[in-house]
């Protein structure tokens, strides 16, 4: 009874509805104004909290006071309860937990303020839930453009490279050429960046990017970073925190000419009624500005005038400038892209934030055509033509190029005429302009004549090509609707198959703009424009208003265009001249020659050009630069592949030296961007000296695996190569310097190089002669570099003094996993000292201590180390004068060592009782899988010992015996265990007197095991008997791969007996006879 009085109480009947019989609506005690009320205080409660301000809170305050809606108590309790947001917090609550009329007079005061926090609070939200709204809908239309539909290379499963700064290579050469010279490849020291983190601080400590700049060459996918964002922030996946983001694109700024930064805003987000709550403080804005290479003016950072007035008007490269310096809008983050060479104009001190965008990989491209040309095995043909022509699978790095190649090499592959695959790119690009020009026409027909061909194409390509040439010499990359008409452009005829598949059309709320699909494009059709002009122009075409001195026939126009693009710092003409000369080629024209008016070619203009370029290889200054080796792309371009071909192959052979004369040096330049040769490692062994270096040097840059082995370098040549490692561009990650004639000397240049370097993984300098000096000079590096993880010091006379040094290296670097310093007379006192270090040392896994003269003392002491060492995975004491004594106190250390995976004690002078002493030790150890006692003095009963070990010990994979005198009986043992392991996989027991019993045994054991797959029994007096017993065994045995049998006295009749045996019993065995 009491339960149900104090539920009416609560809801009386009185005041409930009956509604559609058994169904109420219950009236609260309240009214529903008041309802109203405390739903709009928590509705804005979110707005309440990150907007208002110290001021606006005493404002409030002040005003709830003079109502006498707040108490004086009251009011200290606010302001006592600590930080903004908890004073706004106790605020609101303590006002709905009044009457109406409190929750009124908060509403009221805010609704008739007319300051800015008063309009954020009430307007913020609707504000950003249409913004959101009005992008999605527009960026939404460009989803199927921008993707590729393959989940793999989506851009949400991609990230960004964080850069420090911009390369050389980035700032000054064509994006082409970039990506030649680095084969599409990234530097290997780079940090990834995803999206969602873009406007995020990198550390806890550090703050977000005001400046962040992402840059990629053309085509990269720049623009389709910049929408993919905007579509994932609009529909609340990343950036939450973000109120705004404003999308420009430097194309449609390009119309405008002087506004303020408001009225920008204005005119291109209309719906954003109030700009300065956009741009407020208290709002975290983004401003984007996409594509700043196709901006009309060049930001000038030193003179533009200071303006940070946002109602102010100024010219719009003033107020980009503006925007950028932080002198307007400074609590906008802006986020700008551009392809490198034109963002290297804003200086590095206003951009917080280097991303690069990363291109195709090989394994993307072969993902990205078996995903789009599955079908009739064409993504496998397509891969398969790439991969035998070089130039044309590193322009696939490229996503907008490899489009272009595979939906041109699909085109060709469909069709039915025998037309065979391009093999240049002025190939590629005749094919994809044929292409969209018969796009409609059925496949298969006869190829296209003059005649047949309409033509407003052939017009239509006449005035592309003109406005692709002048706007490539004016650095001009987008066009107007007037820049079209000026050109004989009509707008109708850029909807055709030919205008709409290499213009693109970008709409926006500002302008109307268009482009060519593809840089490469625009330099394809300005070729096409100049090779046909060229043959009847008067007057230079590089000019294209001014009368110019008379310029008459093809082959001066030829000569001016390389003169024009030879002398051009930034090589901005380069695939120009490239598509120049490959339009000299008839079967690169052939597809066009129904859409150019071509005349007749007699084939003398390409014997001349080939002249004309091999003339320009030969003069030029003494170092071999990106402009010259265009000069060898062009050569490629024009299928004259003669001296190309002969450099390639005299690379493949090794067999360069005292063959590099300038125009090879320049075509060696050339083959390490394109060559299969020089992908994985350049090979340069015995074909380089001084002069040569320095010729090539800057080329050298860009190759990731390098091998300058025995070439007689002396110290001069390391100066050199000091440089090369110091440089920005470096992409070099392993060295080879062996056998040359290094002394201390340069080692010190080359130590220099490794303060600064970032790349390089791996250096070898074995057989020099740095000296302890020169070792010293480099371990002071080591101890300031973090990125060589390999050094191989191998017989460089470093002494003791030197291991003292590399000693102090391994106490305090954290990269150096392996160190190689095999005959270098380092002695007892060197391997203590190193000893010494691998107690704290917890990353070196790989030592070489071979040939140094360590003896029992030296043994002892890196006994002692392997007993608190567990990292080190191999070590290599191979003759190193160790005794049984040395040897007991290694075998000592191993059962208690974890880590140790393999030993080398190869050519030593332990005894049966060492030997004895490892058996013992392999009964406990459980992480030895590989141990080499090669040519030691064990006999057969310290091999029966070991052969024992073996029954128990489960990791032993490799067991290395050979010469060990262990006889017929060690083999018996050996076999016994044989039965019984099934972990051991190679077994090397040449040279022991196995003879005919040791080998029956043997034969016999190899019936039942199942885990060794290398045996080697050479030199063991098998005899014929011996050999059958083995041969004949490998019925029942299918692991086995290899098995030596060499000089037991078989004779050539045994061999062909034993031979046709394995061969029949076990087919995929290799056996040596």
């Known amino acids: 009874m009491e339960k149900k009085a104090h539920y009416d109480s609560i809801l009386d009947r009185s005041k409930r509805i009956t509604w559609q019989d058994d169904c109420y609506v219950d009236l609260q005690s309240t009214s529903e104004t008041e309802t109203e009320d405390l739903s709009w205080i928590q509705k804005h409660q979110d707005q309440l909290q990150r907007f208002t301000t110290t001021s606006f809170l005493e404002g409030m305050l002040t005003h709830l006071r003079k109502l006498d809606v707040l108490s004086s108590t009251e009011e200290t309790k606010i302001k006592e309860a600590g930080r903004l947001q908890d004073q706004v917090n106790m605020l609101t609550t303590i006002v709905t937990g009044k009457d109406a009329q409190a929750s009124d007079a908060l509403q009221g005061f805010i609704e008739s303020s007319d300051s800015q926090v008063a309009q954020l609070i009430i307007n913020h939200d609707c504000m950003v839930k249409e913004h959101k709204e009005v992008l999605l809908r527009k960026y939404e239309q460009c989803r199927d453009r921008d993707s590729v539909s393959c989940p793999k290379l989506n851009i949400s499963s991609r990230t960004l490279l964080l850069v420090d700064g911009l390369s050389d290579l980035q700032q000054k050469e064509h994006d082409l050429m970039q990506v030649g010279a680095t084969r599409g490849g990234k530097r290997n020291h780079l940090r990834q960046l995803g999206l969602a983190k873009l406007l995020e601080p990198l550390t806890r400590v550090s703050l977000p990017p005001r400046v962040s700049l992402t840059v990629g060459v053309a085509g990269i996918g720049k623009t389709t970073w910049v929408r993919h964002f905007i579509r994932q922030w609009s529909q609340g996946a990343i950036c939450t925190d973000v109120s705004y983001v404003l999308p420009f694109s430097f194309c449609e700024l390009n119309s405008l000419e002087k506004l303020s930064a408001e009225k920008l805003l204005k005119m291109a987000f209309p719906h954003l009624t109030d700009p300065s709550l956009v741009l407020s403080s208290s709002c975290r804005t983004l401003l984007i500005l996409d594509g700043l290479d196709e901006f009309r003016c060049t930001l000038n950072f030193s003179d533009a005038a200071p303006c940070s007035d946002p109602k102010k008007e100024v010219s719009i490269d003033d107020l980009i400038t503006n925007i950028i310096r932080g002198n307007l809008l400074p609590d906008v983050a802006v986020w700008v892209t551009s392809r490198p060479g034109v963002a290297s104009l804003i200086p590095g001190g206003l951009v917080d934030r280097v991303t690069e965008i990363p291109g195709f990989s090989p394994k993307d491209i072969q993902i990205f055509l078996n995903h789009h040309f599955s079908e009739r095995d064409f993504a496998n043909k397509i891969w398969a033509h790439l991969e035998s022509h070089k130039i044309l699978m590193v322009m696939c790095y490229i996503p907008c190029i490899c489009w272009i190649a595979a939906d041109t090499l699909i085109y060709i592959m469909q069709s039915e005429t025998e037309e065979s695959l391009p093999r240049t790119c002025t190939e590629l690009y005749t094919h994809f302009c044929s ?152 079967v690169a024209l052939k597809p066009l020659a129904g859409l150019l008016a071509l005349g007749r070619d007699d084939g003398n203009q390409k014997t001349w050009a080939s002249g004309f370029l091999q003339g320009l290889l030969v003069s030029g200054g003494a170092v071999v630069s990106l402009r010259a080796v265009n000069l060898a792309y062009c050569l490629q371009e024009l299928q004259h592949t003669e001296l190309l071909r002969s450099v390639e192959e005299d690379l493949r052979l090794g067999s360069l030296a005292g063959k590099l004369t300038r125009a090879h040096c320049v075509v060696l330049g050339y083959l390490l961007h394109v060559s299969p040769e020089c992908s994985d490692q350049t090979n340069l062994t015995c074909s380089l000296n001084y002069t040569t270096v320095k010729c090539l040097l800057p080329q050298l840059l860009y190759c990731s695996h390098l091998r300058l082995e025995n070439n007689s370098f002396k110290d001069d040549v390391m100066e050199l190569l000091g440089s090369l490692l110091s440089a920005k561009d470096c992409h070099i990650q392993k060295i080879s310097l062996a056998e040359n004639a290094i002394s201390n000397k340069g080692a010190k ?93 917890r990353t070196l896994t790989k030592l070489i201590l071979c040939g140094n003269q360590l003896g029992d003392k030296g043994t002892i002491a890196l006994a002692e180390a392997l007993t608190l060492n567990h990292t080190l995975l191999s070590l290599q004491l191979q003759s190193n004068s160790i005794s049984n004594k040395g040897m007991t106190a290694l075998t000592k250390a191993l059962r208690l060592n974890r880590g140790l995976v393999s030993l080398n004690l190869r050519e030593n002078s332990i005894g049966v009782e060492g030997a004895k002493n490892m058996a013992r030790a392999l009964h406990e150890n459980n992480s030895l899988q590989d141990l080499d006692l090669q040519w030691n003095f064990i006999k057969s009963s310290a091999t029966k010992a070991l052969a024992h070990a073996l029954l128990s010990n489960s990791t032993m994979q490799l067991l290395d015996l050979q010469g060990v005198s262990a006889g017929t009986n060690g083999a018996i043992a050996m076999a016994e265990a044989l039965t019984t392991n099934q972990t051991l996989q190679t077994l090397d027991l040449r040279g022991n007197s196995v003879g005919m019993e040791g080998a029956k045994a043997l034969a016999n054991a190899l019936k039942s095991n199942r885990s060794l797959k290398s045996m080697n029994l050479q030199e063991n007096s098998l005899g014929m008997d011996g050999a059958i017993f083995i041969a004949t065994a490998l019925k029942g045995n299918h692991q086995l791969t290899y098995i030596n049998l060499q000089g037991n006295g078989i004779g050539e009749s045994g061999a062909k007996v034993i031979s046709d045996a394995i061969r029949a019993n076990a087919p995929g065995c290799v056996v040596d006879i």
């Open 749 to 841: 240049a080359l130590s220099r190089a490794l303060l600064v370097n970032r790349t390089l993984t791996s250096l070898n300098l074995r057989n020099n002669n740095i000296g302890s000096k020169g070792a010293k000079f480099l371990a002071e590096a080591l101890k300031m570099n973090q990125v060589l993880v390999s050094i191989n010091f191998q017989n460089n006379a470093i002494e003791e003094e030197g291991a003292q040094a590399l000693a102090e290296v391994l106490q305090c670097n954290r990269k150096l996993v392996s160190l190689n310093i095999r005959k270098n007379a380092v002695g007892a006192g060197g391997a203590k000292r190193i000893a010494d270090a691998l107690k704290t040392n």
């Open 435 to 586: 292409m969209k020009a018969e796009v409609g026409e059925p496949r298969g027909r006869e190829p296209v004549k003059m005649e047949q061909l309409h033509g407003s194409n052939r017009k239509l390509l006449g005035n592309l090509g003109r406005l692709a040439f002048y706007g490539l010499l004016k650095r001009k990359y987008t066009f107007s609707e007037q820049d079209l008409r000026a050109y004989g452009i009509d707008q109708l005829l850029t909807q055709s198959s030919l205008g709409a598949g290499v213009l693109v059309r970008e709409e926006s709320v500002i302008h109307t703009t268009y482009r060519f699909t593809h840089l490469t494009l625009q330099e394809f059709l300005a070729a096409t424009f100049y090779h046909i002009s060229s043959k009847r122009a008067i007057f230079d075409l590089f000019s294209e208003s001014t009368m110019t001195w008379p310029k008459f026939g093809f082959q001066n126009h030829f000569r001016s265009a390389f003169q024009h693009a030879q002398q051009a710092e930034d090589g901005h003409l380069d695939v120009f001249v490239r598509f120049l000369t490959g339009l000299l080629c008839p």
